[in-house]
């Protein structure tokens, strides 16, 4: 059982800051300035069917909020590594979290990729972004004051 003090060594407010950064990095990587387009027609969905895309937003909010809860735990796990491994600054966060990323995020994406015969251009888009958000989140957290 983990008990509370497991935790201790983490600062809330980079976890917090470090969830909302993933939550924008996602909002930019998914618009259509970056990957909407693309993401959507290997997703399956005609980019142009407004009817669908306006379908697809009114269900988004519990979605977005699902994914910000998922960020938050990314970020806790994330937080308590770093603070495990004294790193404290930038480079070296950004390091840890890419070394989480390689390891299992890209891993488990890809084998669900592969078992669910997804486009290699969907994997890479996806993990990405994940990859993106992983560097960020690794700055933000060996960077802010434990």
């Given at each position: 059982?983990?008990?509370?003090?497991?935790?201790?060594?983490?600062?809330?407010?980079?976890?917090?800051?470090?969830?909302?950064?993933?939550?924008?990095?996602?909002?930019?990587?998914?618009s259509p300035?970056?990957?909407?387009?693309?993401?959507?027609?290997?997703?399956?969905?005609?980019?142009?069917?407004?009817?669908?895309?306006?379908?697809?937003?009114?269900?988004?909010?519990?979605?977005?909020?699902l994914?910000?809860?998922?960020?938050l735990?990314?970020?806790?796990v994330?937080?308590?590594?770093?603070?495990?491994t004294?790193?404290?600054s930038?480079?070296?966060?950004?390091?840890?979290?890419f070394?989480v990323?390689l390891?299992?995020?890209?891993?488990?994406?890809?084998?669900?990729?592969?078992?669910?015969?997804?486009?290699?251009?969907?994997?890479?888009?996806n993990?990405?972004?994940?990859?993106?958000?992983?560097?960020?989140?690794?700055?933000?957290l060996?960077?802010?004051?434990?």
């Open positions: 059982m983990i008990g509370a003090h497991s935790f201790a060594g983490i600062n809330p407010w980079a976890v917090l800051v470090s969830a909302l950064a993933a939550m924008v990095i996602g909002f930019l990587w998914y300035i970056l990957f909407a387009n693309p993401w959507m027609r290997l997703m399956g969905f005609d980019p142009n069917d407004k009817a669908k895309i306006a379908e697809m937003q009114k269900g988004a909010g519990k979605i977005y909020g994914a910000f809860v998922a960020s735990v990314s970020a806790v994330l937080a308590k590594i770093i603070a495990v004294s790193v404290v930038i480079p070296y966060g950004m390091k840890v979290g070394a990323w390891g299992f995020v890209t891993t488990v994406q890809l084998t669900g990729a592969l078992f669910g015969k997804q486009p290699t251009k969907l994997y890479l888009i993990t990405g972004y994940q990859l993106v958000c992983y560097l960020v989140m690794g700055g933000v060996a960077q802010w004051p434990h």
